[in-house]
């Protein structure tokens, strides 16, 4: 028997969190790979998974957590052998499959990446879906030309999972980073990971009024979406990029027009961590080791427990978490 975190729905529609105790027999039939988590996290899509929100969950009872970090234990593939440390992300696993909230995990070879050669479980963690999403968003951004010194690069939800992460990785590249928040208490900690201009949301959350403004930034991480994308997109500068990560604003492009695009040859880069394919995985999570610095990445950890999921889980969603979340499953 394992310890995880059980999300349930009653007949009421009720979604109830309890953490109890699973049979390895109950963990999914399908997996090929048995690994015994030692971190898990908390990414914006966590929070939906443990409140029942959004329709991610179809099936209960359901084990959240869509990325994990830890060891094999059992293995029916030839590329994992027992003792291997892995990174999982993506595929779905906390959503559709059972996830990470849980002392063991199993799950589709094909989905696992080897821990990368220099970071610790808690450290792949630290990164999680969050982290390694901002990374793809760099690369993409950096893929299309942007490079340092072409001017301010803006990072919105900064003080979030993917804007924190991105923050420090754009800053410890050379790159002038100006971070939007809409929490001015955080501007000391955004500072603190290079940011050296602080946006208030504010400035930028209402829907465009005209369909080009000042041009004013080289590039963008968006994890916000919503009219905050729209007016981000009013100011790019001539042929730089957005990369749109997020919906924590909202999901439609309010007064968003065509202009930037036909007129300042703006790109706008969509950006999915959940399909990646496993070259560009490996890819990212090389990056990761190589550009972003630990010290950074631990400043912005707050480590939990299983059972602090219950408060966090809501919480995030109401954009009540700073920095990354790193849940030990064994605490
Ligand atoms: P967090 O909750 O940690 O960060 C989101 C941040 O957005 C908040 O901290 C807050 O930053 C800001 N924010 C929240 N609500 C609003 C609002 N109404 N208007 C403007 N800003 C707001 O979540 P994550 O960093 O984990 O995820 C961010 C987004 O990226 C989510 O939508 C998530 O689903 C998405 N995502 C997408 C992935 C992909 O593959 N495309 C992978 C991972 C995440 P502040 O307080 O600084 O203003």
Redesign the pocket.
């Known amino acids: 028997m394992v310890k995880a975190m059980v999300v349930n729905k009653g007949d009421d529609g009720a979604v109830t969190r309890q953490i109890r105790e699973i049979s390895e027999a109950e963990l999914p039939a399908d997996g090929d790979v048995t690994v015994a988590v030692e971190y898990s996290t908390l ?3 966590d ?1 939906l998974c443990l409140t029942g929100s959004g329709g991610l969950v179809r099936n209960f009872p359901h084990v959240p957590g869509i990325d994990f970090a830890g060891t094999v234990e059992t293995s029916a593939d030839g590329r994992y052998k027992p003792g291997d440390k892995v990174v999982l992300t ?1 595929w779905r696993v906390g959503e559709a499959w059972w996830g990470g909230y849980s002392q063991k995990a199993k799950v589709k070879a094909d989905w696992l990446v080897p821990l990368p050669a220099g970071l610790s479980t808690q450290d792949a963690m630290a990164v999680g ?2 982290g390694f ?1 901002s990374m ?1 968003a760099v690369m993409a951004l950096e893929d299309h030309g942007l490079k340092p010194g072409a001017g301010p690069v803006l990072v ?8 924190s992460v991105a923050t420090a990785i754009l800053a410890n590249k050379g790159y002038e980073v100006a ?5 001015p208490e ?1 501007g000391d900690y955004l500072k603190g990971l290079g940011a050296t201009t602080i946006v208030a ?1 504010d400035d930028l ?1 209402e829907a465009p009024k005209r369909p080009l403004d000042k041009e004013s930034w080289a590039g963008c991480v968006d ?4 009219a ?1 994308l729209s007016r981000v997109l009013t100011q790019m500068k001539y042929g730089c990029s957005v990369a749109a ?6 999901a439609a492009l309010e007064g968003a027009t065509v202009v930037p695009f036909l007129l300042r040859g703006v790109n706008l880069l969509g ?4 399909m990646q394919p496993y070259d560009n995985r490996v890819r990212a999570w090389e990056a990761i080791t190589r550009d972003l610095p630990m010290d950074k990445l631990r400043a912005m950890v707050q480590p939990a427990t299983l059972a602090d999921l219950e408060t966090l889980g809501p919480s ?2 109401k ?1 009540g ?2 920095g990354r979340v790193v849940v030990d499953v064994n605490a």
């Open positions: 990414n914006y899509k929070g993506g879906t969050a999403t793809l919105t939800g900064a003080a979030g999972g993917v804007g971070a939007v928040t809409g929490r955080t949301r959350s994890a916000v979406g919503g905050m990560v997020g919906l924590a604003g909202g950006i999915d961590s959940v995030i969603l954009g978490v700073k």
